[in-house]
């Protein structure tokens, strides 16, 4: 059984601009605001949160489900 990572690195879209973030096994984020462009960035349709959408490594929710 693989670890459940906690990191990752979302790139805004909107101006590539990468932001490491601690995710949280217990919540889901649906919005955030990028650090440099100041733009809200919301999931992708058929995303469930911002980490799936923009980050190299998908939600904790996702990973336990992939692990399955």
């Known amino acids: 059984m693989m670890p ?3 990191e990752t ?6 101006c590539n ?3 490491n973030i ?10 955030h605001e ?4 100041k ?4 999931p992708l349709e058929g995303s469930c949160c911002i980490f799936c959408s923009y980050g190299n490594t ?3 929710s996702s990973q336990k489900i992939l692990e399955g």
Not at 39 to 42: A, D, H, M, T, W
């Open 4 to 6: 459940i990572l906690l």
């Open 9 to 14: 690195t979302i790139s805004c879209p909107y």
């Open 17 to 19: 601009h990468k932001m």
């Open 22 to 31: 601690k995710m949280s096994e217990t919540s889901i984020h649906f919005i």
């Open 34 to 37: 990028c650090n440099n462009c």
């Open 39 to 42: 733009k809200i960035l919301r």
């Open 58 to 60: 998908t939600c904790p």
